[in-house]
């Protein structure tokens, strides 16, 4: 996971920013998680948020229940636009 991080902090832009996206599959809807959900999910936001840390690199993280590939599209969505 370390040289993951490494390789994407070298890849943004100067004025970008590293979004670690984890899509957990299977679990309730977010809408009324139970405590498991919850502590899985937060488990997994925790072991997540260590690399960018041990890295020194700023890292958004986001861990959400559903469908990978439409999660990653609603997060990019949720982000400000690019400045140039």
């Given amino acids: 996971m370390l040289h993951l991080v490494e390789t994407a902090h070298a890849q943004i832009a100067p004025n ?3 979004h670690v996206v984890h899509a957990v599959e299977g679990l309730p809807s977010s809408a ?3 405590d498991w959900a919850v502590e899985v999910m937060g488990a997994s936001e925790t072991r ?4 960018p840390r041990s ?7 986001h861990v959400r229940a559903g469908n990978p590939s439409q999660l990653i ?3 990019a969505k949720e982000m400000p636009p690019i400045s140039p």
């Fill in 73 to 75: 599209v609603a997060i």
């Fill in 32 to 34: 009324s998680p139970n």
């Fill in 48 to 51: 997540l948020s260590e690399a």
């Fill in 55 to 61: 890295t020194e690199t700023p890292a958004s993280i």
């Fill in 16 to 18: 970008g920013s590293l």
